[in-house]
Antibody
Framework: QAQLQQWGAGLLKPSETLSLTCVVS????????WNWIRQTPGKGLEWIGE???????NYNPSLKSRVTISIDESKNHFSLKMTSVTAADTAVYYC?????????????WGQGTLVTVSS | EIVLTQSPGTLSLSPGERATLSCRAS???????LAWFQQKPGQAPRLLIH???RRATGIPDRFSGSASGTDFTLTISRLEPEDFAVYYC?????????FGPGTRVDIK
């Protein structure tokens, strides 16, 4: 089970780009799927997208046009970029992982990062 | 997308009582693609149950899950003080993965 620790800017202005990174320790990139999930009081938990160990990604259609999830195996981390943020993107963002293509349960989570979008 | 509906929204119970939480999927979800999570204030969700009925590592046996068609149930046999929290179901049958809105279990 991977251990995840995340970091990134917590305060953004409208139209800026959100950038978060999640470092993976005590585990390997191989076979895992690396995800980003966000949580707001209004919409609850929302899956943003995933990337596998080959770099293939899938995104929530509601966010696909603005989101990129990538991996850097050499640095043991994966990242989220979301462009053109608005106040609606204010949320706690979590990185999370599941073990492989068949065992698709989120068994590891980062500690969460509160991202606030405000002018 | 698959919509998950949880009921009730809030469950007010006393320690030692039994809690029964429901999750209904808008379309077919195979058991292996349904999970339950517990979340406490200021913490990330924690995996309790996967494959609808299999406890995750370290989860006490007072937590159990079951399934019938598109209806899934999380049962806490005897509530301990640390069990008062919000519980979410989640499906990975189809993209996008989705979560239910949660059931809050609070102290009566």
């Amino acid at each position: 089970q991977a251990q995840l620790q995340q970091w990134g800017a917590g305060l953004l202005k409208p139209s800026e780009t959100l950038s978060l990174t999640c470092v993976v320790s005590d585990g390997s990139f191989k076979n895992y799927y690396w995800n980003w999930i966000r949580q707001t009081p209004g919409k609850g938990l929302e899956w943003i997208g995933e990337v596998d160990d080959s770099g293939t990604s899938n995104y929530n259609p509601s966010l696909k046009s603005r989101v990129t999830i990538s991996i850097d195996e050499s640095k043991n981390h994966f990242s989220l970029k979301m462009t053109s943020v608005t106040a609606a993107d204010t949320a706690v963002y979590y990185c999370a992982s599941f073990p492989n293509y068949f065992d698709t349960w989120f068994d590891s989570w980062g500690q969460g990062t509160l991202v606030t979008v405000s002018s | 997308e698959i919509v998950l509906t949880q009921s009730p929204g809030t469950l007010s119970l006393s320690p030692g009582e039994r809690a029964t939480l429901s999750c209904r999927a808008s379309q077919s979800v195979k058991n292996r693609y349904l999970a339950w999570f517990q979340q406490k204030p200021g913490q990330a969700p924690r995996l309790l149950i996967h494959d609808a009925s299999r406890r995750a590592t370290g989860i006490p046996d007072r937590f159990s899950g079951s399934a019938s068609g598109t209806d899934f149930t999380l049962t806490i046999s005897r509530l301990e003080p640390e069990d008062f929290a919000v519980y979410y179901c989640q499906q990975s049958e189809d993209l996008p993965f989705t979560f239910g809105p949660g059931t809050r279990v609070d102290i009566k």
